[in-house]
């Protein structure tokens, strides 16, 4: 077993399976196919941000691709 | 926690809504509450695995474009680099080089007469192959060579802060595809303007063409007989 962060609201857990830079990839703990990309708020560690539009979003995707290592998980 | 311990179902390809997930990353700021969970390693590892292979599906599109439109502009920007490169000249000591920018603008110059660039292509291959601090002075006397002024003041008097200003990059970036799909609408025209031609030039070809259309459909509407006389006689 391995401690992960989880974000939860609306009766949902969201487990963080990856953090790159400010971007959070989360995916729902019972539905994994429930995925979405947020941005931490430094000063506040409950609130996720939304990314501004579909450039960040394909930015912090790409960002994923490119940089998850599945060997140090 | 999940029926089967904490392991979340893999994700196959097709399953994942990239829309949705675009959607729910970009909604209003979530209110969440932090915290931690024991997971097995290998639930966040199918995850990963999972998104991986779909994110490069996903991307497949994105990423392509992007690999076209950097070629396009290299191809675009190719005749400057050539001339910035054949001016690199080794310095007597052999010990470094440097740019004959006077041959660099006059060439330029000659290049913009005959309109084989033009002036913003010319302004951002200049800028963005010369963007180090000590090649500056390389640069504005390229740009007062080919452009009669420095390069400041020419993306000035076109609407920018400055050379380095991000807009002209991003908009001379734009105009660059942009000319690129216009000269490749033009070559197209051309090419069905060259077959027209050449059939009404060889109307014998033409004629010939049209025999052969006929010869195909006489054989094909032979084989459709031919087969409804094998259905008959089945």
Redesign the interface.
């Known amino acids: 077993m391995q401690e992960i962060d989880v974000y939860s609201w609306d009766d949902n857990n969201y487990i963080l399976f990856s953090k790159i830079g400010r971007y959070l990839y989360l995916s729902n703990e019972k539905n994994p196919r429930d995925i979405m990309i947020r941005k931490e708020d430094s000063n506040d560690p409950d609130l996720l941000l939304p990314l501004d539009d579909d450039n960040e979003f394909n930015k912090a995707l790409e960002l994923f691709y490119n940089n998850a290592k599945v060997d140090e998980i | ?2 029926n089967n311990g ?1 392991i ?4 196959h390809n097709k ?3 990239w829309d949705a ?2 959607r ?18 290998v ?10 292979g779909t ?2 599906y ?2 497949g599109k ?2 392509y474009d992007r690999h076209t439109e950097s070629k396009i502009i290299d191809e675009a920007t190719e005749v400057v680099n050539d001339l910035i490169t054949d001016y690199t000249i080794r310095t007597a000591d052999n010990n470094g080089f440097y740019l004959n920018d006077q041959a660099i603008g006059n060439k330029l110059k000659d290049l913009l007469t005959t309109g084989e660039i033009d002036e913003v292509t010319a302004a951002y291959a200049v800028s963005t192959r010369l963007d180090d601090a000590y090649e500056k002075d390389e640069m504005n006397n390229i740009f007062e060579r080919a452009l009669g002024v420095d390069a400041d003041t020419w993306a000035r008097e076109h609407g920018y802060s400055g050379i380095d200003d991000p807009d002209f990059t991003k908009e001379a970036e734009m105009q660059i595809l942009r000319n690129y799909e216009v000269e490749n609408y033009k070559k197209e025209e051309t090419d069905d303007y060259v077959v027209e031609t050449t059939r009404v030039d060889n109307p014998e070809e033409q004629q010939s063409d049209e025999l052969n259309t006929m010869f195909v459909d006489d054989n094909t509407n032979a084989n459709v007989n031919d087969n409804a006389k094998g259905m008959v006689g089945r």
């Open positions: 926690m999940n904490g979340p179902n893999f994700v399953d994942i809504d997930v675009r729910a990353s970009q909604g209003k700021t979530i209110h969440a509450k932090h915290g931690k969970l024991n997971l097995k390693k639930a966040i590892t199918g995850i990963v695995l999972s998104v991986l994110a490069g996903y991307l994105s990423v």
